[in-house]
């Protein structure tokens, strides 16, 4: 009967090692009667060479052989890479005590004595292997545990609190410091790691979880010998063993360093700036939401500071990220050592107050908030030092920077009792101190309020003015001073609105800049403009030349050279019937640009004008540099030129500098023959004004320009 082979099972492997030939025999027949395989050696040496080379699962070893007895075969099988768990029995005539330790002490798993009863021998045989099969898959198991607790960085320990016995894995003894396997009758080895702040007040949690029998969880800093800090958590728990009623002390201690650093890092990126360090948005409200908590029902006020750097993006984009960010971590800096405020007392500078901060919520917004404030007046005071630390010069690659910075300021409560109201309020009053001039501070005030809501009403206004095309284009004449006659004409954008009636343009171009909207609004611009010159063409009026103005935002995409040649192309115009004109400031922002974008301009054969030429800060110098046809001398300056004589000054210095660089002069808002006489005068080229006419709808003007072919007003 072959049961284990019967039974689906590998054929266990028995190794048979005995001098007596007829012995090994009984034993054989015996064994493979039980269904195990049998492999035979007369002696320790081959018996050894035998389990060298084959799988062997069983081991039945007589004591006495010749050349080499069990004992000695049994401690070698000991010592081979696979024997140190194979069950070996001992076949023994030697029943003494002696031989029996022996026999033990060599490795033996079980004895039996001579005469064999072969019937019960299978039986132990078979018992031999289930145990050390056992035995293999909790080690198994043991050793998988200890894989995922070292994964896992985690230790157990057991502490027989009554006796002392202390066992715990590497980990605990890593970790703590405790040793496996010692006597110890305080808590003291377990926590001689721990931070010395911390130390009493675990030791005294874990005593009271011992005398109460409860668990307890505990998180601290340990100490490692070999140097540094790791964070561990550990959970324990006492409890009266039920069998032999001692206490216990069992518990787990996991290191969570990593885990620690990783939730400080996550913590870090969703609460504070990367580039400054500074709090963000999230974190900016939350703190300013507690300043606000802590001033309710004092007389305290809370002032929020909403910053940015004027023309920040130029210099980011100029300099380049690197720059940027060093700039943006002094800026920082600068604001930071501004929260620390005089003592009055003292004349010297106290420390940052508790509550006080100052935060970053991306680009260049930086925003400040300061506590404990009697009066509003007070932040004035700090805003305005907020400034002149900013402007202080900041040295980038060995050249000094100069910055300025503009700020809106809102106070709890006059202004907003919420952290979103007075963050919003802080940066409309920012938006409006922008318009009247960069690099100022200015409070909120509810006319601020009133003309944001404005401006939000106009954007959504100008938002769906484009979808439904209420815009028209005008036109204006241009007359040649000389021979009196026209000379090409300026288109003018009108919103016709359906309520409002007609916007004038200076009351929505600024928003149509500031909200991006001008870039579809130009390119419709530039196409009406391109269907009126097509559709006077037709008409017989082939002689009009059409300048469009355009707003900085269209300058600066590298589109509007291909917006101009498409629209041309879509109405099968040639090149001349178009040019453009630009306010200086434009030119100004981005230098090397505007000098790429002119020449791509000229090389496709459109004239550029500078417009409203007088009213820059530039110097005409300047001019020298870009390739451009002639400048248009703002009228403010026509204007008054028959009563003020600074004005007619101007008007004849940008004439006479603008001959001199053989470029041409268009002077705007000209009204009377005054003017025009004056103009004359000085050798101005070309007029556009009143005088001649106002703007006027394509169809009028068309009929204008057939109703003037002959010279239209000569100087008297
Ligand atoms: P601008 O380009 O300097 O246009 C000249 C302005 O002077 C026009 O005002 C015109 O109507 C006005 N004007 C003409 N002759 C006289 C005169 O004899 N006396 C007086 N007092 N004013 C005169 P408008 O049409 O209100 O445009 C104002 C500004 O809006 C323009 O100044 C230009 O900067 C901007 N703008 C107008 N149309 C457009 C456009 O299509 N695109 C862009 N980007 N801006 C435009
Ligand atoms: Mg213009
Ligand atoms: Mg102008």
């Known amino acids: 009967m072959n049961t284990l082979a019967a039974s689906g099972a590998e054929c266990p492997v028995v190794l048979v090692v005995d001098d007596d030939m007829a012995a090994r025999l009984m034993t054989r027949i015996a064994l493979e009667e039980g ?62 005590t002696a031989s029996i330790n022996t026999a033990y002490d060599a490795g033996a798993t079980d004895f039996v004595t001579k005469p064999i009863n072969y019937g019960v021998l299978t039986h132990r045989v078979r018992y031999m292997l289930r145990a050390a099969r056992v035995a293999d898959e909790l080690r198994r198991s043991e050793t998988r545990l200890a894989k995922a607790q070292a994964m896992a960085k985690l230790g157990h320990f057991h502490w027989n609190v009554d006796s002392g016995l202390f066992e715990c894995s590497s980990e605990v003894e890593r970790l703590t410091g405790a040793r496996n396997a010692t006597i110890i009758d305080e808590l003291s080895p377990l926590v001689s790691r721990v931070h010395p702040d911390d ?34 958590h550990l959970e324990a728990a006492c409890a009266v063993e039920p069998d032999t009623g ?25 609460y504070f700036d990367t580039v400054t360090g500074l709090p963000n948005r999230t974190t900016l409200r939350k703190d300013l939401g507690q300043a606000i908590a802590r001033a309710i029902g004092t007389e305290a006020v809370v002032a929020v500071f909403s910053l940015d750097l004027d023309n920040f993006k130029r210099i980011n984009d100029t300099l380049g990220r690197d720059s940027g960010d060093r700039l943006l971590k002094t800026v920082a800096e600068r604001l930071t050592t501004c929260l620390r405020r005089r003592d009055s007392a003292y004349g010297v500078r106290a420390d940052v107050r508790a509550g006080d901060f100052v935060a970053r919520t991306g680009g260049d917004e930086f925003y400040v908030v300061l506590t404990e404030f ?35 300021i809102s106070v709890y409560p006059v202004d907003g009792t919420t952290p979103d109201l007075l963050i919003d309020r802080a940066d409309a009053a920012k938006n409006h101190a922008k318009v009247e001039g960069r690099g100022r501070y200015q409070f909120y005030t509810s006319a601020i309020n009133a003309r944001a ?79 009126d010159i097509a559709q006077w063409r ?123 660089l053989n470029l041409e002069v268009v002077a705007e808002g000209v009204e009377s023959r005054l003017h025009l006489a004056a103009l004359a005068a000085q050798q101005c080229d070309y007029a556009q004004g009143y005088l001649y006419s106002p703007p006027l709808p394509a169809a009028a003007f068309a009929r204008w320009v057939n109703e003037h072919r002959g010279p239209v007003a000569k100087v008297i």
């Open 538 to 660: 037709s008409q017989g009026l082939s002689d009009v030349r059409v300048a469009v103005n355009i707003s900085a935002m269209q300058f600066a995409s590298a589109e509007l050279p291909l917006q101009l040649s498409a629209a041309l192309a879509e109405w099968k115009l040639p090149v001349e019937v178009m040019e453009v004109e630009l306010t200086e400031s434009l030119l100004m922002t981005d230098t090397e640009q505007s000098i790429s974008m002119l020449a791509e301009l000229r090389a496709l054969g459109i004239d550029v004008w500078i417009d409203d030429f007088g009213t820059g800060y530039s110097s005409l110098a300047y001019l020298r540099r870009f390739p451009i046809a002639g400048v248009k001398v703002d009228q403010t300056f026509v204007r008054e030129m028959d009563t003020n004589t600074n004005d007619a000054a101007i008007v004849a210095a940008v004439i006479a500098l603008a001959r001199s």
């Open 453 to 531: 809501f404005e401006r939000l009403s106009m954007e959504n206004n100008l938002r769906k003015a484009l979808q439904q095309e209420q815009f028209e284009l005008y036109y204006q004449p241009k007359i040649d001073i000389r021979s009196g006659r026209f000379a090409g004409a300026e288109a003018l954008v009108r919103w016709r609105h359906p309520d409002l009636g007609l916007v004038s343009p200076a009351n929505f171009i600024p928003i149509a800049e500031e909200t991006g909207l001008i870039v579809p609004l130009g390119e419709w611009i530039i196409r009406a403009a391109c269907r």
């Open 246 to 270: 001692t206490r216990v002390l069992e518990g787990v201690v996991q290191d969570v360093t990593e885990r620690r650093r990783l939730e400080g890092l996550a913590h870090k990126l969703a």
């Open 199 to 232: 130390r009493g007040e675990i030791e005294t949690r874990l005593g009271n979880a011992i005398a109460a029998n409860e668990a307890v969880q505990i998180s601290c800093r340990v100490t490692l010998p070999q140097g540094g800090t790791a964070h561990i």
């Open 374 to 408: 009697r009066s509003a007046e007070e932040s004035a005071v700090v805003a305005r030092r907020m400034l002149e630390a900013i402007a202080q010069p900041v040295n980038l690659g060995g050249e000094d920077l100069v910055l300025s910075a503009t700020t809106g």
């Open 35 to 96: 269904g195990f395989e049998v492999l035979e050696a007369e002696d320790g040496v081959p018996a050894l060479e035998i389990f060298r080379t084959h799988k062997i699962d069983v081991v039945l070893l007589d004591v006495m052989m010749i050349e080499l007895d069990g004992f000695a075969v049994c401690s070698s099988i000991r010592g081979m890479p696979h024997g140190e768990h194979t069950p070996i029995m001992m076949m023994t005539g030697l029943d003494d």
